[in-house]
């Protein structure tokens, strides 16, 4: 985020000077904001000869000279008291209308790296120990940003906390319906719902209120290396899920580290008040009766058949592909939406802006948690977006003809409504 209007000179140790620039300023601000003025072209600044320093206003013709990164800037409040922009002097970077792009594709590559290696060590080495590490690289990863002081050093840097950020998500989603069952019902609610299905979309909950919480703690800490830290402090604390989080007992059993498994079932089993015959913790089909199979065995056939055939089987190919065109077209819209808040205008004050943008998801995992297990998966899934982005189409349309050009209250509800669409069609 930087500032869309501001002011640079050369550098002048006189503190009179200060006032001509406030001026300066001042008067810019109050222009319109299809202003043309080109903000990098340096104040003519001149030394004279009582050691004062000022705008030399005598001559009519100047050469434009242009600001960089050893010149001073100054600027009103822009949202944030600094940013890694002001704090760098890059405001008049050549790439500067790029450079937020630019970061957010370093974050998203991360996503991508991310997803594939955390993936692997899940797999190798446990979740438990994945979601671990996931959130020591979110913790370093953005505790280095404000260190390596420089714009460029920490666009490239915004590549852990993306990875260590979506690994976080995934792992933990990975690890919370491996240990629930899949076919208990929730309890209470007459219609079908599993505990599974529940699960699955509450866990995306906290997902939702830490992206709202970036608002608050951008209020509270409005410079930018502050922010930062406060957001490395929260990764920090979550760390302590290592001693509060069993592994998957499901990957145990896929590891043969069937002991470890079976202590896991019988402590499962404990705390809801069940109890597990020692028949139900044979493994491989060593069941004493012939025609029955172990909780433990069953479960490892599960893995060993979801193993086999993995996700290019030929009965799953298809999906797999429709499911990856999917995603892609899903991120975009989502994420599209997430980076480009201040360009949805929803309010003035930014703060609120993220929070609308985050806390509105929240309702779509409810309502897709109630309804799932009923609907079935693919039917809801379309539609209600689908819907919903026509008529905010409508409403654009509105906007473009009428002279108030989208100040009509009506059409800030069609703009909730699309953001609300947007985050169902990214479950």
Not at 103 to 131: E, H, N, P, Q
Not at 292 to 320: D, M, N, Q
Not at 358 to 374: G, H, K, S
């Amino acid at each position: 985020k930087f500032p869309a209007k501001f002011v640079c000179h050369d550098k002048c140790d006189d503190p009179q000077s200060s006032a001509d620039v406030d001026l300066v300023l001042l008067d810019r601000e109050a222009r319109n904001i299809t202003d043309d003025t080109n903000y990098c072209i340096t104040l003519p600044f001149k030394k004279f000869e009582n050691n004062t320093c000022g705008i030399d206003v005598s001559q009519d013709t100047k050469e434009e000279i242009y600001c960089d990164a050893s010149s001073e800037y100054k600027f009103s409040d822009f949202g944030m008291a600094s940013s890694v922009i002001t704090v760098n002097n890059a405001l008049c970077m050549d790439s500067i209308k790029f450079y937020k792009a630019i970061c957010d594709s370093f974050f998203m590559l991360g996503y991508f790296v991310g997803g594939i290696l955390f993936g692997m060590i899940a797999d190798t080495f446990g979740r438990k120990i994945s979601v671990t590490l996931a959130i020591f690289v979110s913790f370093i990863g953005s505790g280095i940003g404000p260190l390596v002081h420089h714009h460029w050093a920490y666009a490239v840097f915004r590549i852990l906390p993306g990875a260590g950020s979506i690994a976080c998500y995934l792992m933990a989603f990975t690890l919370a319906v491996e240990v629930v069952g899949k076919k208990e019902q929730f309890y209470g609610v007459p219609w079908s719902m599993t505990v599974f299905s529940f699960i699955g979309n509450m866990i995306a909950i906290p997902f939702a209120l830490g992206e709202a919480c970036n608002g608050i703690l951008a209020f509270l800490f409005p410079h930018w290396d502050s922010f930062q830290f406060s957001v490395t402090f929260i990764c920090g604390i979550a760390g302590v899920v290592w001693f509060f989080i069993p592994e998957s007992p499901r990957w145990l059993i896929e590891e043969k580290r069937f002991d470890e498994a079976k202590k896991l079932l019988q402590a499962a089993a404990k705390s809801n008040g069940k109890e597990l015959s020692k028949e139900d913790l044979i493994v491989d089909g060593d069941a004493p009766k012939a025609g029955t199979e172990s909780l433990a065995s069953r479960i490892t056939h599960w893995e060993e058949k979801e193993v086999e055939e993995g996700i290019f089987h030929p009965e799953l190919r298809k999906s797999t592909i429709v499911l990856f065109m999917i995603w892609t077209v899903v991120s975009l819209v989502y994420y599209g939406t997430s980076f480009g808040i201040e360009e949805l205008h929803l309010t003035s004050n930014p703060y609120l802006a993220v929070g609308i943008v985050a806390l509105v998801e929240i309702p779509a995992y409810i309502l897709t948690a109630l309804v799932m297990d009923v609907t079935g998966r693919s039917p809801s899934h379309p539609h209600p977006p689908g819907h919903c982005c026509v008529l905010h189409r409508l409403c654009h349309c509105w906007r473009t003809w009428n002279p108030l050009h989208g100040d009509d209250p009506d059409c800030k509800v069609w703009d909730l409504l699309h953001l609300h669409c947007v985050q169902d069609l990214h479950l």
